[in-house]
Structures are given as structure tokens and as C-alpha cells.
């Protein structure tokens, strides 16, 4: 049949010939992208495979960059600590040659001089030793000796210690000698500290009530510690300036003097109001006001702490320890949130508790939580009856401090064991035990982390699952009150004068830490993988003179002095040593990790370009078949197209 109205032969050969077009069409565009994917529509699967390995790739090379940046600083590292121990070398060899009575006293003097020089070069290489603006050696690194496995002693006398956490410092201790709390016997302001009348301010009156809340829902949480070991009537000054303290928010020093009557300690808060302006407090959020609450939540809580447990909270007491415990209060402010959450898994929960010693502001405040739970007794999981735990476990340890006499790991070890039953026998037993999650932690850990859930602040002043803005709300930080810890809003230094008995250390160690703000910090964290929880964690080291001599002094000036500095000598070389050691295995590490992720790299790419890149030599194939198709429908078409003509011949 020949029709003459449909031409059904010329309609194939031509959806034939646009079918033959679009081939063309789309070999060309991948002939000439190089990719068999240019949209969704070529390969949506494919497309979805192949962008997730594209986004692997370049976090892996990224990664590889901050490995690589991590190696470096391990290679700065020891290269300073290089000229640092030849320095320390050179001290052992005068040392030893003050040590020979064949030296006269000027000759001793003259390498007391080059001694001196030596040490006073070590420490502008602790405090000028950089990388990317950031300190190598911050003076809130950890102690070499933690290296070495050794632990610092003490003499018996009530210490004071600078302490940094979070956003603000404070320095505050105050057990005497015996072991019982000490009594302020006069608290006086003495001096302003700026001539800006701040009193009456929104942000001076916000900061006492801040404080005063904080202390008194203390009080409240740890009803037996504050009942048996809380000294009365210290008084804090507090001053509103402006300093650009880079992104401290607020501090709280101490000055310190002792006589044969008294021993007094002056304190001061500070709140830099750069970063809180007395004139915008009225406009500021309710959020930051409650950050800020939180700050000096967190400082009040190692007022009390220092207070009432006194010479443990200095050095023999563990980092993750103090400022784990100032965090029980101000809550998990991100150190913990930001690394675990309710859908973390078994591995990513072991990660973080394995960081019980380089994180002491996250696992520290997580491992301080759980010794409240197992200290209570109880089986449910909440503020109140961590609260009750650790309320039982301070007031162990204060017992054990008056009964034992004297401030050393002892007292904690015999806290940890009483309080968890055995479980834990001591302070090195419970790190080890929590450090490689055991069971029982473990647990612990998944419960706390659920019952914080994805908002909640972790605070013991308020339910684990209460935000931060919640908990330090600023309409309900009125009102608190307690006899002590009081801080007046009259920009003053304040003296408390303590009674005979009660004696301040000659040498006042200083040891600052991070809060995720600053250079002083016990460690950093590089980021080498693709995954948020990818990352390696690398430790600092305070390398100052105090730190690497155990705050004594290298002294050459007599035969004695000199043979005890030879020992002080060769122990910081040691702990040089030991610190040199620890960089050069985790440049190693690095190393490996930087062959491994450019190894994953090259073979992802090849993966992907399975999947995305075009096949050069298939794609000529078709495209040279799809031309020829073309072709040939289109002469196709022009032979349907004359079928037609043939009726023509009919009507002639």
C-alpha cells in the first residue's frame, strides 16, 4: 500500500535519524568533556558514587597537607629542644668544673654568669619558639616528666597555682599546713586597679551574680564537702578594662606576701570589656551573657576547689582531674559535643575516652562524670546523683588530706578506691582502665552521652540535657548567697589575711591550660582524614627553666651547689631527651599516615575515574557508528521522502 497522506516510511527514518543525532550529540559532549558523566540523567548512580569519592579525595589531600604541617612542627620542635640540651650540656660540664675546689670563688662566679646567661636563653626559646603564630612550648604544656612516668612531690606547704581554663585564669588555694580549712582573720580591698567607675554597671553587677549563683548552687550540689572543709569570708575584687587579650574573656590573679604573723593573698577578677563593652551589656544576647556565666562558673568551681582540697589540686593531682572537675559545673562548653554525640559509635567513643590525658577539658570532665556515678551508687544516669558522687569523693579526698598529712597522689589513689569500691585502686589504674574503655566506662559513657542528648550542656547545676542558655540563664542568676567566695563589683584588689601556720611556697609554679582558646594548651589536634573523627592528637611541652629544673635553680656558686646542679642537669637532660623522643616518633608516625593517605588518594582517583571518566577509544567506536547510523537514515529519508513521486505517474 502507498500512501500518500502518511508517509509512515518517511516518519521512521526520520525518529530513526533524531534517535542517531542525539547519540552523536552526546559522544561528542563526552568526547570533548572527557567525562562519561556531564548530568545527573547520564548515570545517576554513578553520579552519587562518584561525587562522595571526589569529596574523599580532596579531604584526603587536604589532609595529607596537615600531616604535613604536623611533621614540621615536630621538625621545629626538635630543633630547638637540639640547641636546648646542647645548652643543658654545656651547664652540666661548668657544673662539674665548679665542682673541683681547685676553682676560686671568682672563678665560680664567672660560671654562675655563663650559667645564668644559658638559662635565661632557654627560656626566650620556650617563649619565642613558633609555628604559624602558635607557641611550640606553651607555658600550659605538660611537664617533660610526664614522659618518665614520674610524678611531682610535695614539701608539705600549702601551694598556689595558676590555673587557665576555658576562656579566664585562677589562682586560688587555701589549706594550711595542717590540713584544715583556713580562716580569713581580716579581707580588705586595697587598692584600686582602674580609674573607670564600673560598680554600678549592668556587666559588674551581672558578674556578681554570676559568681554568687555559681557558689551557691555548689554549695547546694556538695552539701558534706562545704560543711567540712570551706574557709570563710575570702573576698574577690573585680575589675571591668579593656585589654584585647586576644580571646581570653576574663582572668582571676593572685598576689601573694607572707610574714611571720600572716599570710595574705590578694585576688582579682578580670573581664575584658572588649569583649563584653560595659555601654552594649543592656543589647548583648542572652547567650553570650550566658557564656560568660558559664566562664566564671567554671573559675568559682576551682576557687571552691583549690579551697577545699588544696595542695592536690597542684601538681600531683592529674590535669584531666582539676579542670575536669571545674567542667562538672560550666558543662561539656564543646570539648565533648564536638567530638561524640548519640549517634557515635563504639569505636568513636573508645577514640575519645582514649584521650583521658591530652584532652583534660573533654574526657577529663567526661572521666570526672563517671567517677560521680559510680561514687553514688546509683544506676540512673543524672546531674543529681553525679553531684551526690562527687560530693562524696572531694570529701574523701579532704578527709584524706587531714588524715594523711601531707598532699600526694596517695590521697586521691586512696579516694578513688574507697569511693568506687575497689574497682579502681588507684588514679594510674582508673586512667589505664578508662583510657582503653572498659566495659564499665564504656557504658557509663553511652548513657551520659544520650542523656546530654545533641543540647544539653552537661552541667551538674541543672539537668544533663539543659542547654547552656538554660542553665545560666541571666534572669536567674540573681540571689545567690554564701558566706564566702564573694566578689565586689568596686574594681578592687582584695586582701585576706590568714593566721601563722598558713605559708605561701617561695616559688610559685605556673601552669596554664587551654579551654580551646590561646597558645596555652597541653596539646593540638591535626586533622588526617576525610572524617570528622580522623584526627591525631599531638602533645605540647612546657620546656620552661622551672618546668626542666623542678623550680630550682642552677647554682654553681659552691662546691655543693655546684655537684646538685650536675644532677638537676643531667635530669633535664633526660626529660629533654624524652620529649625529643616523643616528637621523633610522631614525625614517624606522620610520615607513614602522609605515604598512606597519598596512597588512598591515587587510588580513589583511579576508582573515580572509572566511574566518571570517559573511555577515549570506546567513545571514538561509537561515536564513528552513531555518524555512519546517521547517514544512513538520512539518505533513508530521502528515499521515503520520493516514494510519493510514484503517484504522480499514475495521474498522467
Known sequence: MLSVVSNLGAMNAQRQFNINGRSVAKRSEKLSSGYKINRAADDAAGLTISEKMRRQIRGLTQASANTQD??????????????????????????????????????????????????????????SCIFNELRVFPDGGLDPSTLQNSSISSDGLSYSRKVVAGNSVISLEFLGTDGSPATVEQSQASGAVNKTAVADSDLAKFAVDAAANAVQKLSQAYPNLFSKASSDNIQIGLELSPKDNGNTLATASISLSSGSASSVASYKMWIDTKDYPIEDFDTMSEAKKADLAA????????????????????GTFPKWFVEGMAQTTSGDNGWM????????????????????????YGTGYAACMYLGQLASGESTVSSENIAKGLDRLLTQVADNIVSNGSDNTKILDDAINTVTAGKYTSVNDFQKKFSESDPESLSFM????????????????????????????????????????????????????????????????????????????????????????????????????????????????????????????QDADAKISAVRSYYGAVQNRLEHTIANLDNVVENTTAAESRIRDTDMALEMVGYSKDNILMQASQAMLSQAMQNPQSVLSLLQ
Open 337 to 360: 559535643s564536638h567530638r561524640v554525640d548519640p549517634s557515635s559509635t563504639d569505636a568513636q567513643i573508645k577514640n575519645f575516652q582514649s584521650q583521658l590525658t591530652t584532652l583534660p
Open 70 to 127: 604536623g611533621v614540621s612542627f615536630c621538625q621545629i620542635a626538635d630543633g630547638a629542644l637540639d640547641e636546648v640540651q646542647d645548652m643543658f650540656k654545656r651547664c652540666q660540664e661548668l657544673a662539674t668544673k665548679a665542682s673541683n675546689e681547685t676553682n676560686t670563688d671568682a672563678d665560680r662566679e664567672a660560671m654562675q654568669a655563663e650559667i645564668k646567661a644559658l638559662t635565661d636563653e632557654l627560656d626566650r626559646v620556650h617563649e
Open 446 to 569: 553511652k548513657y551520659f552521652i544520650n542523656a546530654r542528648g545533641t543540647t544539653g550542656a552537661g552541667s551538674i547545676l541543672g539537668s544533663l540535657s539543659q542547654p547552656e542558655a538554660d542553665v545560666f540563664a541571666p534572669d536567674s542568676l540573681g540571689g545567690g548567697s554564701y558566706n564566702s567566695y564573694k566578689i565586689n563589683a568596686d574594681n578592687q584588689w582584695y586582701s585576706n589575711a590568714f593566721g601563722t601556720g598558713f605559708v605561701f611556697p617561695k616559688n610559685l609554679p605556673s601552669t596554664n591550660g587551654g579551654g580551646g582558646q590561646g597558645n596555652d594548651r597541653e596539646g593540638f589536634t591535626l586533622q588526617v582524614g576525610a572524617e570528622h573523627d580522623h584526627y591525631i592528637t599531638v602533645k605540647q611541652f612546657n620546656i620552661s627553666k622551672e618546668s626542666l629544673l623542678n623550680n630550682m635553680e642552677l647554682d654553681v656558686s659552691t662546691v655543693e651547689g655546684a655537684r646538685a646542679s650536675i644532677k638537676l642537669a
Open 295 to 314: 566562664t566564671i562558673s567554671h573559675e568559682m568551681t576551682h576557687l571552691v576547689m583549690y579551697d577545699t582540697v588544696t595542695g592536690g589540686m597542684f
